[in-house]
């Protein structure tokens, strides 16, 4: 019987162990993410290949899961993905002509690389940001769309530099003086640097605004109305001979 006991002992501990060596190890912490090991092992085509896939999401509308997730493992990929967004940025042309098959116009996607650069949060894309913002605009009276999209694309750049802090060049962008002296001010004003911008409460602008009655306007002669104008009291006076218009 003690025989026995014994071999059954012995048994028990030889199947605990043979157990012990087959329970799978605990997965390493830093490949258990998908955003580190992506860091280790995307290269240059990799990282291409998943900053366009990113800015294909930012034109879908719904569930930003997918767009987080990619933003995430781009982050995590380090300063590298900065060369690839100017790369997508470069490669969307202005004048490029549309595609039907591309997800967007060219100015819409140049917007969206602008975008990421300034999302990523790496200092490496302040020099990028800076190049875009400080480019010329195109005639307004050429292309309304592009002329809009060309806005749009400064003023996101603009945006990305205040993100960064950047303000050399935000103070470059304003002592400029053109269209993007006002948001490069405000940009500047966030970032805690006055330059003299003041900004306007549209809670009370109305209830501070006051008619000057020297003004010439085509009701002149009429007497000058008692209420502020933009309050809900204001009241404008008909005129009696303002002739009629037959249709």
């Known amino acids: 019987m003690r025989l026995t006991r ?54 879908e509308i719904g569930d930003e899961a997918p767009y987080e997730r990619s933003l ?6 380090g ?18 002509p549309p595609d039907p098959e591309e997800p967007a116009r060219p100015g819409e996607m140049r917007w969206r690389a602008t975008h990421l650069l300034g999302a990523l949060g790496f200092r490496e894309a302040i020099a990028s940001l800076g190049a875009i913002a400080g480019s010329s605009l195109p005639e307004p009276g050429a292309d309304e769309q592009l002329f809009g999209d060309e806005v749009r694309i400064r003023l996101r750049a603009i945006a990305g530099l205040e993100k960064l ?17 006002t948001p490069a001010a405000a940009s500047l004003h966030a ?11 549209m809670r009370t602008a109305l ?11 085509p009701n002149a ?27």
């Open 6 to 59: 014994n071999r059954t002992s012995m048994t028990l501990v030889f199947l605990a162990l043979l157990a012990g060596c087959a329970a799978p190890a605990e997965p390493d912490p830093a490949e258990d993410t998908a955003e580190e090991s992506q860091s280790l092992e995307c290269d240059r085509e990799c990282i291409q290949a998943m900053v366009n896939r990113h800015l294909s999401l930012m034109g």
């Open 72 to 77: 995430r493992e781009l982050r995590a990929i």
């Open 79 to 96: 300063p590298a993905v900065v060369p690839a967004a100017v790369t997508a940025y470069r490669t969307w042309s202005q004048s490029a």
């Open 165 to 181: 802090g950047a303000t050399a060049e935000l103070r470059a962008i304003h002592a400029r003086g053109d269209l993007l002296r």
């Open 191 to 201: 970032l805690g640097i006055d330059v003299g911008v003041r900004f306007v409460d």
């Open 207 to 217: 209830a501070e605004d006051v008619a000057d009655t020297t003004d010439a306007n």
């Open 221 to 247: 002669g009429r007497p000058p109305q008692p209420d502020t104008p933009g309050s809900r009291e204001f009241r404008v006076t008909p005129r009696n001979d303002t002739p009629a218009i037959d249709r």
